[in-house]
């Protein structure tokens, strides 16, 4: 499975990160953690942005089929299941 990941940490204050286009769970990434938002797609390499809005980082990703996984440290804290992927759009 083709996967990419974008490895976080925070230097002097804590950040948020969100994963789109899910809206799942908030994850607050505090000075001394490292972190890691895997993006998953059974077939291709997923395309990912990122930005900072409103003082907060959001992850997009863009592939249907594409699901995510949060990590601190070496413990998987947040995944989101195959049944729960980006749906296919009619015309892309």
């Keep these: ?14 950040f948020t990160v969100t994963v789109e286009p899910w809206a799942a769970p908030r994850f607050e990434i505090r000075p001394g953690e490292r972190c890691a938002v895997t993006i998953h797609h059974p077939h291709l390499l997923p395309t990912v942005t990122c930005a900072v809005a409103a003082g907060e980082m959001v992850v997009t990703a863009h ?12 413990i998987t804290e947040f995944s989101i299941p195959d049944t729960f992927a980006i749906p296919k759009l009619s015309g892309l």
């Design 1 to 14: 499975m083709p996967d990419v990941t974008i490895l976080l940490e925070a230097y002097e204050t804590a």
């Design 63 to 74: 592939e249907s089929g594409s699901t995510f996984s949060f990590a601190r440290g070496s």
